[in-house]
């Protein structure tokens, strides 16, 4: 991937300038800890070796060249035209990188980059944050801007903002901070972390894309972010709590009576249990317990589909195969899940490598036959998060 780049950015750029350096950025998995972020609870991905990789070299003006390999398409604007165009696409993404440096009082000029990606675009495996993580390392380094790799997180947070994006911290700190062969439980609200040794052994980390678009997943985001509200506004009538995940589980059913809406009460459900989940599957890991992990990944599925009402269609299509799979084949599948927002994206399954073969096969035919459409499959490990490549 570092020499196609390379090709890349020779072929659009001329050799003036000097020699571009290289670098990539991960996407992400989230193995546990789904739609918990917002209400207090704790979040557990981990970076992949799919991501997006860019040459870059600085030029001695204010222009800004742009190229992507994947979209054979070309972006060009000047630092003092840095405002959003829908015309310019994904070209948004790298231009909100270098407003919020500039905002933070960073100083740069122009410079060339050409990108090329292996991680699938609009499948909930984070390419905007790998993009723009990306980038900030690459600028970073280039310019010597000697800003921390937390801090280039939270301003790359704030650049999916620039783009009309609403989100947490999780993406664009897993893609920063990813340590290999290591998941990262992470508190999306204080930003405290720890690293959780993902040794799979003969396990690997299996990507299985719907190729639905993900259509409801942002109004189905704010409607549960409002139902979620309304049950902590209930609960905190009896409990002295800022978020539903500042409850044990058994906090939770002493108070969940004051809940008076159904609805309410399933989606307050889940996520104190979802973070509880996610608490013992971390110490699984650190104990070496992998089994416990997919158990704990079947069971947050099961909650996403009946308590939280995200799954939908295409991912319910993709789970029922494969825990049909794994119930038929013991010890071939740990676990299985949904993750990113519902509604279409992926799952993530560990999967023994001697079995992924026929996983793939027998689920993707079942999910053919049910949706008409052909699932994408990606083997992944746990990646190192943003890097140049030298």
């Not at 909930?124 to 990306?134: D, F, P, R, V, Y």
């Not at 620039?162 to 999780?170: D, K, L, S």
Request: aromatic letters at 8%.
């Amino acid at each position: 991937m570092k020499q196609q780049v390379l090709d890349g950015f020779n072929k659009f750029f001329d050799g003036k300038g000097g020699e571009p350096r290289v670098f990539f950025s991960p996407g992400r998995v989230n193995l546990i800890g789904e739609h918990i972020d917002y209400n207090g609870g704790l979040v557990m991905p981990c970076a992949l070796n799919l991501g997006i990789y860019g040459a870059i070299r600085k030029r001695d003006d204010n222009i800004i060249k742009l190229v992507s390999g994947n979209y054979d398409s070309i972006v060009e604007f000047a630092l003092d035209e840095l405002t959003y165009n829908e015309v310019h696409s994904w070209g948004n993404y790298p231009k909100a990188v270098v407003v919020q440096l500039l905002e933070a009082g960073h100083k740069i000029s122009g410079f060339e980059l050409f990108l090329l990606g292996n991680l699938p675009g609009s499948a909930g495996l984070s390419s905007s944050a790998s993009l723009t993580t990306m980038l900030a390392l690459a600028l970073n380094n280039i310019f010597g801007l000697n800003i921390p790799p937390v801090e280039r997180a939270i301003l790359c947070r704030m650049a999916e903002r620039f783009c009309g994006v609403n989100c947490g911290i999780m993406d664009q700190f897993a893609c920063t901070m990813g340590k290999k062969d290591n998941a990262i439980l992470l508190d999306c609200n204080t930003i405290e972390y720890s690293y959780a040794p993902l040794n799979l052994g003969d396990y690997r980390i299996l990507i299985a894309n719907t190729n639905s678009k993900r259509g409801l997943a942002d109004s189905k985001y704010n409607e549960r972010l409002s139902e979620c509200e309304s049950a902590l506004a209930d609960l905190q009538t009896v409990c002295n709590i800022s978020n539903l995940c500042d409850l044990s589980p058994a906090e939770f059913e002493k108070h969940k009576h004051v809940i008076k809406n159904k609805t309410h009460l399933k989606r307050a459900e889940h996520a104190v249990y979802e973070n509880s989940r996610t608490k013992e599957a971390a110490q699984a890991l650190k104990e070496g317990r992998l089994e416990e992990l997919g158990k704990h990944m079947i069971e947050s599925h099961i909650s996403l589909r009946d308590l939280y009402e995200v799954v939908g269609d295409a991912l319910d299509a993709m789970f029922e195969p494969s825990y049909e799979y794994s119930e038929k084949n013991p010890g071939c599948v740990l676990g299985t899940r949904m993750t990113g927002a519902g509604f279409g994206g992926c799952t993530v399954t560990i999967i023994h490598k001697d079995s992924a073969d026929d996983f793939i096969k027998f689920v993707g035919d079942a999910y053919k036959a049910k949706t008409g459409t052909a699932a994408s499959f990606y083997l992944a490990e746990a990646s190192e998060g943003s890097m140049e490549i030298l």
